[in-house]
């Protein structure tokens, strides 16, 4: 498996530091998001989060903070941590409205209670980082998060990677020779590939429940991508 620590600490340092969308690899075909792509993604997040003015938000995996400053528009109090340091780096420096505060450190740390008093949290936010954790992982990701939780919480685990449409990201001759290289080099493209019945699964053992969205055409990687909507106390429509 790729060490993704190391990608994300230094591929950031490869790009200019106003290159944003590309730090944190929002792109379509090497080419970043337009405008509109990414306003559909950040609308997308919001209304998965059901965000309102007085919700603190934590944003796992936030990367530089380019979605996490939209998302703040519309929170209370957001708190972002990403374990690469050149990321956080630019997040603090262009990305920090007073609502907003950083840390480096690992997602998986948060289940170690790291954040301290900076909870609870009404919403947590993961958006395409799933991908960069093992199957393995799911429950001590939920743990972190539910040890944090306000009452009432709603966590996404955004823009997740669905097995049963990879072929549809790898839709071209070029990218599925470009597949076939990687797994005889033993080298990952994108990460972990993920069932969706498997997370839902993973949420009910720990008395979630979870609404899986998988209909989000207008977003960038809808068509292979899904959203996990979980909340501990009713359920999701």
Not at 82 to 91: K, N, R, T
Not at 130 to 156: K, N
Not at 182 to 198: A, I, N, S
Request: some cysteine; overall charge negative; aromatic content about 10%.
């Amino acid at each position: 498996m790729t060490d993704w620590q190391t990608f994300w600490t230094e591929y950031p340092a490869s790009l200019d530091e106003r290159e944003f969308l590309r730090q944190v690899g929002h792109t379509i075909d090497g080419q970043p998001y337009s405008d509109g792509q990414f306003e559909a993604m950040v609308a997308t997040i919001r209304e998965a989060l059901r965000l309102k003015p007085t919700d603190a938000l934590l944003d796992v995996c936030c990367g530089n903070g380019i979605v996490t400053v939209e998302l703040s528009k519309y929170s209370r109090r957001v708190v972002g941590i990403d374990f690469s340091a050149p990321l956080i780096e630019i997040a603090r420096k262009f990305h920090h409205p007073s609502n907003l505060v950083y840390h480096t450190m690992s997602a998986l740390q948060v289940n170690d209670g790291v954040l301290g008093a900076e909870g609870p949290f009404d919403r947590v936010l993961m958006y395409a980082a799933l991908q960069h954790f093992r199957l393995e992982d799911l429950d001590r990701l939920l743990s972190g998060f539910l040890r944090h939780a306000a009452p009432g919480v709603v966590i996404v685990l955004g823009g997740v990677l669905d097995v049963s449409r990879k072929h549809l990201f790898f839709d071209t001759p070029e990218k599925r020779a470009m597949l076939r290289t990687y797994q005889r080099e033993g080298r990952d493209r994108l990460g972990t590939w993920w069932d969706k019945d498997l997370v839902s699964r993973s949420c009910e053992a720990v008395g979630l429940q979870c609404h899986i969205d998988d209909h989000s055409p207008g977003r960038p990687g809808g068509h292979y991508r899904f959203d996990a909507i979980i909340v501990d106390l009713e359920p999701v429509p």
